[in-house]
C-alpha cells in the first residue's frame, strides 16, 4: 500500500492523502484553543469516571489515565512546549502527548465521545470559570466606588445632561451611579451561571453516546447541574457564548462612559479630576502633557468587546444543525473578550481607588444657572402654576444672557417685573447646598438619600459576596 502524501492525523483511516500545507493553515485552530488546556483536562478526568462507572475503563486504567493528563497540565504550566507542528488543536494534543505518554491505554479516552460533545464541555467550562472570575472583579470595583462615595459624601457637584450644567448634585451621588450600573452586570453574569447548567458531554457528534454513559456522575463531577435533554441541542449551539460575550460588552460598554466623563473631567478646562501617573502617560513630543490613556483604552476597546459580540452573532446565524466547522471560530471573540473585561475591570478600580478628585475645582465651575429649576420649584411652591413659573425663570436666564451675566445676578426689580414675588427673599433661599437638601427623595441626590444608598450597596455586596 503506498504511503499517504501529506501530514498525518488522528482521524485519517478513510482518506487517501493527508492534508495540505493551506488545510493546515486555514483549519488548525491549536495557537488559540490550547487556552482551553485545564478545562479539556478537566473534562477528560471527569468524562474518564463516566469510563470507568461504564465498564470501558478499569479503576487502575483510569488512575493511570489520569496521572498522564496532569502530567501533561504540570509540564505545560512549567512552560515545557509538548506540541507538535502535526497537532490540529488541543484536543487532539492532549490525546497524543497521552497515548506517547502512557501507550495504547491513551487511545481509549475518546471512547464514547466526540470532538464535537467534548468542545462544546471544555468551551462551557471555560466560560464558566471566566465569567466567576470576571464576576469577582466587578465585586472589587464596586466595593472600590462604595469607598470613594463614602470617603467623599457631602461634596457638592455640578451634574450634566448633554454635557451642560444642569443640576446640583453629590459627587457620592454620581459615583453610585456606577455601583448601581455595576450591580445589574453582577446579576447578568449570575445569570449566566444560574442558566448554563447542562453537560454536553454524552451527546457524541449528534446523536448520543451507545455506551451507558453515567451522564449525571460526570456532570457533577464537572460542576453541572444536569445532564444535557437533548444531544443535538448541546453539540450545535452557542447561544451561551453569545450571552457571555453581551454581558461582558454591557460591562465595557458601561466602563466606557464613565470613561468617557472622566477623560473630560481630567481636561485642564475641567480639572475636577487628576489621575495617578500609574494610569497616565506622556507625548514622545511635547514634555508637559499628562494623558488619560487608561480612561481613553477602556472607551476605545468597548468597541472591540462589541465587534466580537456581533463576530459571533454573525458567525451562527447561518450555521446549519447540528455542528459545522463554523463553530471553530467561535473561541477567539470570547477569548479575547474574556481578557479584554478583567483588564478593563483592574484598570477602572485601581484608577478610580487612586484619583485625586478636585472638589475645590467642581465648585468654583458651578454657574449659578444650575440653580434655576430650584427657582421654578420655588415659585411653584408660592402658588405659581408650574408651567408660569418655567416661562419666568426662562425669561430672567434669557435677559442674563443677553447682558452677559448670571440670572442672579439681575437686580430685585427686573424679578419682580418678571412674576417673582419677594424676589429678595426667594434669592437668600437659592443656593447649591438649599438645592441638593431638597432632593432627599429615594434615589435623589440630597444627603439622606444618598446615605440610604450606601445602606442598600452594603446589603447587595453582603448577598454578592455570599455568591
Known amino acids: 500500500m503506498a504511503e499517504k502524501k501529506g501530514k498525518k492525523m488522528m482521524w485519517d483511516g478513510r482518506f487517501d492523502c493527508g492534508m495540505a500545507q493551506s488545510m493546515i493553515d486555514l483549519s488548525f485552530s491549536l495557537d488559540f484553543d490550547k487556552e482551553l488546556l485545564e478545562e479539556d483536562i478537566q473534562g477528560s ?32 504550566h512549567a512552560g515545557k512546549n509538548l506540541w507538535l507542528p502535526t ?3 488541543v484536543h487532539m494534543a492532549v490525546e497524543r502527548v497521552l497515548t506517547d505518554r502512557i501507550g495504547d491505554l491513551g487511545k481509549k479516552i475518546h471512547t464514547g465521545r466526540s470532538r464535537n460533545d467534548q468542545v462544546s464541555t471544555d468551551f462551557k467550562l471555560y466560560m464558566r470559570h471566566r465569567a466567576a472570575e470576571i464576576r469577582a472583579l466587578v465585586v472589587e470595583l464596586q466595593k472600590n466606588v462604595l469607598d470613594v462615595a463614602k470617603k467623599n459624601f457631602g461634596k457638592i457637584m455640578p451634574g450634566y445632561t448633554h454635557l451642560q450644567q444642569a443640576q446640583p448634585i453629590l459627587f457620592s451621588h454620581y459615583m453610585m451611579s456606577l455601583f448601581f450600573a455595576l450591580s445589574r452586570d453582577v446579576k447578568r453574569l449570575d445569570n449566566f451561571l444560574d442558566l448554563h447548567v447542562e453537560l454536553p458531554l454524552g451527546s457524541g457528534a449528534i446523536a448520543g453516546s451507545a455506551f451507558p454513559y453515567h451522564r449525571q456522575l460526570v456532570a457533577e463531577e464537572l460542576g453541572f447541574e ?22 461582558l460588552a454591557i460591562i465595557a460598554n458601561t466602563l466606557s462612559r464613565y470613561a ?21 502617560s506622556g507625548s514622545s513630543m511635547m514634555p508637559q502633557k499628562k494623558n488619560p490613556d487608561s480612561m481613553e483604552l477602556i472607551r476605545g476597546k468597548s468597541g472591540r468587546m462589541l465587534g466580537n459580540y456581533t463576530a459571533m452573532f454573525t458567525l451562527v446565524k447561518g450555521a446549519p ?18 481578557h479584554t473585561a478583567k483588564v478593563l475591570l483592574r484598570v477602572m478600580s ?15 465651575r458651578m454657574l449659578p444657572a444650575l440653580l434655576a429649576t430650584d427657582l421654578a420649584d420655588i415659585l411653584v411652591e408660592d402658588g405659581v402654576p408650574f408651567r408660569d413659573a418655567h416661562r419666568i425663570v426662562g425669561s430672567l436666564v434669557g435677559e ?30 437659592l443656593t447649591f447646598a438649599y438645592s441638593v437638601s431638597r432632593r432627599n427623595i429615594e434615589g435623589g441626590t440630597g444627603a439622606n438619600s444618598v446615605k440610604n444608598q450606601f445602606k442598600k450597596a452594603e446589603a447587595i455586596l453582603k448577598k454578592e459576596l455570599k455568591k
Open 45 to 76: 478526568l471527569g468524562h474518564g469516571k463516566g469510563l470507568v462507572e461504564s465498564s470501558v475503563l478499569t479503576k487502575t486504567d483510569y488512575a493511570k489515565i489520569r496521572k498522564g493528563l496532569l502530567g501533561i497540565l504540570d509540564d505545560v
Open 87 to 89: 497537532d490540529e488543536d
Open 226 to 247: 444536569r445532564p444535557s435533554a437533548n444531544s443535538i441541542d448541546a453539540v450545535s449551539h452557542r447561544d451561551m457564548a453569545l450571552e457571555f460575550l453581551n454581558d
Open 260 to 280: 468617557e466623563d472622566f477623560v473630560i473631567w481630567s481636561s485642564s478646562e475641567f480639572g475636577y479630576l487628576t489621575l495617578s501617573d500609574a494610569f497616565s
Open 321 to 338: 444543525l447540528s455542528y459545522s466547522r463554523d463553530l471553530q471560530e467561535d473561541k477567539q471573540p470570547v477569548f479575547d473578550s474574556t
Open 350 to 364: 485601581e484608577a478610580i481607588a487612586s484619583a485625586r478628585w478636585n472638589f475645590d475645582r467642581m465648585e468654583d
Open 400 to 429: 442674563a444672557a443677553k447682558l452677559g451675566e448670571q440670572f442672579t445676578d439681575l437686580s430685585d426689580e427686573a424679578w419682580a417685573a418678571k412674576g417673582v414675588p419677594n424676589p429678595k427673599d426667594v434669592k437668600k433661599r
